[in-house]
């Protein structure tokens, strides 16, 4: 059985310009110990998704459609408090884009990362605090920076500290948004070893949100292609990276910079539509070199390998 199995999930939100649909009806699975890279452009719903999971959308979201089992449990039919007690830190958490910013600026980095697990009482300090130094050894961090405020620390040691924290009550499961985003490439490197060695040495299971495909390829088992709110491609890194069907797919492997030969990155002509008031038809046709009369009708996600979905009228069953 998947650790985590998502079902047609539906999320909106009411603005001013009227309703926007983030995320279009997703479905999918992640086993355990395995990395689904989500990878799309800004907008492109990978935050929606990853907060929707985790019931903390902002306050203009209607409430989501679909069912979203995890570890067997139906989520988004819990009540709150059911999902604060069972499901959210304790076996799904999350590392937020731009959370390293997040830290209390004049708590010490150890009480901090104590917080979740205190949370509920059924931790005490001495325990908590041993738990926070296996946390921060995981996390390849000494343990003196317990002690440490948080603008004593590098922005990859705060990274490590989110981590950490998000590890704090053993989830199985974690969403990785967007997490080196704000780091520079070596650091990014760093946190990169540092969430595989996690994964082969907890079988952590994670959900990885990000806009960077060469990054997704280094951690990811499967990877998911979100374009408009919708995948339009999902397969195992091998199929997406190295036979890609969708033709977005194949134009953002084509704007990853090559160190092999001289061919230039290309960019993506045009940008992604208004959710607002999305285009008829394939939502990607007015960026796609390969439109034709058939894209005036929504494409399906169609089989196309084992295991290997593309939302395109062009790709052939397989
Ligand atoms: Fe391009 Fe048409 Fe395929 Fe959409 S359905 S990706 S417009 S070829
Ligand atoms: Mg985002």
Redesign the pocket.
Known sequence: MALLEVKDLRISYETGGGRLAAVGGVSFEVSEGETLAVVGESGAGKSSLSLGLMRLLPRNALSPEGRVFLDGVECLSLSEEEFRKQVRWKKLSMVFQGAMDSLHPVRRVGDQIAEPLLLDGRTDKTAAFGRVAELLSLARLPTDISRRYPHELSGGMKQRVMIAMALACSPKLVILDEPTSALDVIIQAQIMNLLKQLKRDLKLGSLFVTHDLALASDLADRIAVMYAGEF?EIGTAEQVLGSPR???TKKLLGSIPSLYDDRRPEFIPGTPPKMTSPPA?????PR?????E??STH?ELIVCGTGQHA?????IES
Do not use: D, I, K
Not at 281 to 285: L, T
């Open positions: 339009v969708h033709p977005y038809g394939c939502y990607f046709s796609c070199p390969e439109a034709c058939l894209c494409p939302r395109c009228h062009l790709v």
